[in-house]
């Protein structure tokens, strides 16, 4: 069993910053996946950031590319969300995720669904 505890959210003005950080508890070993995710009222849940474990690769959809930024600290089981140049459409709960269980076909961290763990989610609102 793996828990994660988001922290960080907020209100924020559009233009500004914000940094999401979500804490791991329990079995996270092995951990093939790190994702943030968010979801607004009304919308499914998108992912926003990945980082795969093996490699520490990263991916980011074009509507946050260059703009945001996931890192982890494996010593800590901790990994962020650095947010910068936020829009108002940036609104919503941001989850954390972890995909503990290892898939039968490559590119599985590139979908929600495919994680294992979520976190209780932390509120970011940007206005304008």
């Known amino acids: 069993q793996v828990r994660l505890e988001e922290s960080g959210g907020g209100l924020v003005q559009a233009g500004g910053s914000l940094r999401l950080s979500c804490a791991a508890s329990g079995r996270t070993f092995p951990t093939y996946a790190m994702a943030w995710a968010r979801q607004a009222p009304g919308k499914e849940r998108e992912l926003v950031a990945v980082?795969?474990?093996?490699?520490?690769?990263?991916y980011y959809p074009d509507s946050v590319k260059g703009r945001f930024t996931i890192s982890r600290d494996a010593a800590k089981n901790t990994v962020y969300l650095q947010m910068d140049n936020l829009k108002p459409e940036d609104t919503a709960v941001y989850y954390c995720?972890?995909?503990?269980?290892?898939?039968?076909?490559?590119?599985?961290?590139?979908?929600?669904?495919?994680?294992?763990?979520w976190g209780q989610g932390t509120q970011v609102t940007v206005s304008s």
């Open positions: 995720g972890f995909q503990t269980r290892k898939r039968g076909y490559s590119g599985s961290h590139n979908y929600a669904d495919e994680y294992d763990y």
């Open positions: 980082v795969t474990t093996w490699d520490e690769n990263t």
